[in-house]
């Protein structure tokens, strides 16, 4: 379960374009979304926050900096604030090297960027900003859910002020990626991702897709063809199941739908939404 198509913003009164906090955990499928926010007319990246996640902390910093440099927005005009560089309650958790390069960007050995990340705390940041612009603020969660998690518990009333939340993570009818039933981000993290699910947001956004198709969706909600609306909760004990978001498919929990999730969406309108993207670089 990943991220979504809801749509309830109070749009800010000079500037149109939707205001979004990305929380990534830098590495390659992170940087496209990241380019696709960049270059969407309608979008509005007042922030990028740092989780726990695909590879070392202050590499996947640097990864989004450098995403920024390259679309040439290094300047500070969007500025990047590090988070949890670990789980909620585990002391470790197992990286995605494998899957990105030690670096997360398939070993590419890019230069260091020439911005530099904040001071202030990314949890610090994600309230501040919400708190700024309630009900303007969407959260792209595109890595763990940590740092959501963690604004929520310093901060419970800021769950109301979130316009709504994208979530890259799950699996519906399929099957996981890190373990037979569980996919990476709500792996690394099930406490954090419980709690952001049980949160007092009516609703979260989800699909089980790339982090590049979440941010599509966003930007454009006709790319997701088929949405349903379910309730989602996450196994955090289990010995085989645990990170695994339990979809009520029968409702046979007989709890109101907390998330909507993209089961479906228009390949053309993606593939044209990227490579129109890429064009720009």
């Not at 990246?45 to 996640?53: F, K």
């Not at 099930?190 to 790339?210: C, D, L, W």
């Not at 979440?214 to 085989?240: C, F, K, N, W």
Request: proline content about 5%.
């Amino acid at each position: 379960m990943q991220s979504v198509v809801e749509t309830s913003a109070t749009m800010a009164s000079s500037d149109a374009r939707r205001k979004i906090i990305i929380d990534t955990d830098t590495a390659t499928d992170d940087t496209l979304a990241i380019l696709l926010a960049l270059f969407a007319p309608n979008i509005k990246i007042e922030a990028i926050t740092i989780t726990v996640g695909n590879v070392d902390f202050e590499q996947q910093t640097k990864n989004a900096l450098y995403t920024l440099e390259i679309a040439g927005k290094g300047n500070g005009e969007i500025p990047v604030y590090q988070g949890c560089s670990r789980p909620l309650v585990r002391q470790t958790h197992g990286t995605a090297t494998y899957v990105h390069g030690n670096d997360g960007m398939s070993d590419s050995c890019f230069p260091d960027p020439k911005q530099k990340p904040e001071t202030e705390h990314a949890v610090d940041a994600i309230i501040r900003l919400v708190e700024k612009y309630p009900g303007e603020i969407t959260l792209v969660a595109i890595g763990p859910l940590t740092n959501i998690a963690l604004t929520l518990l310093r901060k419970p009333t800021v769950a109301r002020q979130i316009n709504s939340i994208y979530f890259m993570g799950g699996c519906y009818k399929f099957y996981g990626n890190v373990t037979p039933v569980a996919t990476y981000n709500p792996w690394v993290d099930p406490e954090a991702a419980r709690i952001v699910f049980q949160s007092e947001r009516q609703k979260m956004n989800g699909s089980n897709h790339p982090d590049a198709l979440t941010m599509a969706i966003l930007i454009d909600p006709s790319i997701g063809q088929q949405m349903l609306s379910r309730y989602v909760d996450v196994e955090t004990q289990g010995e085989l199941t645990r990170g695994v978001l339990v979809i009520d498919e029968l409702g046979v929990m007989k709890k109101a739908p907390n998330a909507t999730i993209c089961v479906q969406a228009d390949e053309k309108l993606f593939k044209e939404m990227v490579f129109n993207t890429l064009k720009n670089l």
